[in-house]
């Protein structure tokens, strides 16, 4: 199921957990990006036709409808089974859903991040709670009910008291769709910089230890499989029928053409991305040179693990797996953070916990 994913790395504010290269920018640079993306889009020789469309960030629900109407205009496949668009709550207007209806969308993903004020301004979001119930009730009114909401497990401030609440308003919202993120911590956010080094800032001290983080993470893989959304990937959960099919195309090895800063792409036996900043991005444009700034052959038989293990289903094994990789997946087994049922193996619950440890070893094996 080929694919397409469109980069608007474009905010109005650059929350303190984010580690993406997205931003606040100015508004010329917003304006040449959006020729620049038109153009990359509309030069693309189709290997296929897209069955799904996914649009990120950034902020791409605050596009300019002219932009968004236009990228999706020059991409075949319409009616696309699946075209998603990313949104931040407190922007959701009957003119913008019109917009985003009338351009092909069907599916709608917003990064709430959490349902408690204090958390949620720590973050540098300005949405309450009641915002994201209005929003997903006049998306809904619309006929937009293939909603995914996102969840933070370790925000500063976080508590057990905090975190019930907001797994609270997803049992009272129901959407079909869930995804929950543990805290990355890394130079590339405000918040993660601040915790490597210390620091006080962005409420760093108020960050939740690790150890606290993963009950907070496994505590929702409970509280979510009773609101019937049952965990399919190591950070989403969705109603039967629900999965995002999109997403899904990442961990089943299937083709994707990725448009914009920083997008990836995987097609023909090869993976290339464009460059990661949006400035860079358009001054290719500007010299009319290529966007993509690295290009290499895909390695299936390490990827079917590093990407195929994410999934709960886990990975069917063939003869030539236990040749190469038979002492990592002994040894996994034996530790109990692998299982096997016949000829699949997947993560246990641990091996969730511990994922970024496993999917190491098969790429060094």
């Known amino acids: 199921m080929p694919g397409v994913y469109l980069s608007y790395p474009f905010c109005a504010q650059k929350c303190t957990y984010c580690n993406f290269a997205s931003g606040v920018f100015p508004r010329e640079l917003e304006r040449d990006y959006q020729a620049a993306l038109l153009e990359e889009v509309a030069r693309q020789d189709w290997p296929w036709t897209p069955e799904t469309v996914y649009w990120g960030g950034g902020t791409p629900g605050a596009a300019p409808r002219s932009v968004l109407a236009a990228a999706m205009a020059r991409i075949p496949g319409r009616e696309w089974r699946e075209a998603t668009i990313e949104a931040a709550p407190g922007g959701i207007t009957d003119e913008r859903i019109h917009a985003w209806r009338a351009a092909g969308i069907n599916r709608v993903s917003l990064g709430v991040q ?7 301004a720590r973050t540098g979001r300005k949405h ?33 008291t905090s975190w ?25 956010s405000r918040l ?10 962005y409420g760093a001290k108020e960050v939740p230890q690790g150890d606290c983080i993963a ?13 019937g959304l049952r965990r399919y990937e190591i950070s989403n959960f969705a109603r039967p029928g629900w999965e995002s099919w999109h997403n899904l195309k990442y961990w089943r090895l299937e083709p994707y053409l990725g448009f914009g800063a920083d997008a990836h792409s995987f097609a023909g036996g090869m993976r290339w991305q464009n460059v990661e900043r949006a400035a860079e991005y358009v001054a290719r444009w500007r010299a009319g040179q290529c966007a993509r700034s690295a290009e290499t052959p895909a ?25 190469r990789f038979g002492a990592p997946l ?20 641990q091996g969730v916990l511990l994922s970024n440890e496993v999917f190491e070893e098969f790429v060094s094996a």
């Open 114 to 120: 959490s349902f408690v004020q204090p958390e949620i």
């Open 128 to 160: 309450t709670a009641g915002t994201v119930a209005r929003e997903t009730a006049l998306l809904r009114e619309h006929g937009l009910d293939n909603l995914n909401i996102d969840l933070i497990a370790g925000l500063a401030g976080q508590t057990w």
């Open 164 to 188: 019930r609440e907001s797994l609270d308003w997803i049992e009272r919202l129901a959407p079909p769709h869930v995804s929950v993120y543990m805290l990355e911590v890394d130079e590339d």
């Open 192 to 201: 993660g910089g601040e915790l490597l080094r210390g620091g006080i800032r």
């Open 215 to 227: 009950e907070f993470y496994e505590y929702a893989v409970e509280r979510l499989a009773g609101c």
């Open 299 to 323: 390695r299936p038989e390490e990827e079917k693990f590093f990407v195929g293990l994410r999934l709960m289903d886990g990975v069917r094994l063939e003869s030539g797996d236990w040749a």
């Open 330 to 349: 002994r040894r996994f087994l034996d530790a109990g953070l692998l299982e096997q049922r016949g000829e699949t193996v997947r993560l246990t619950s």
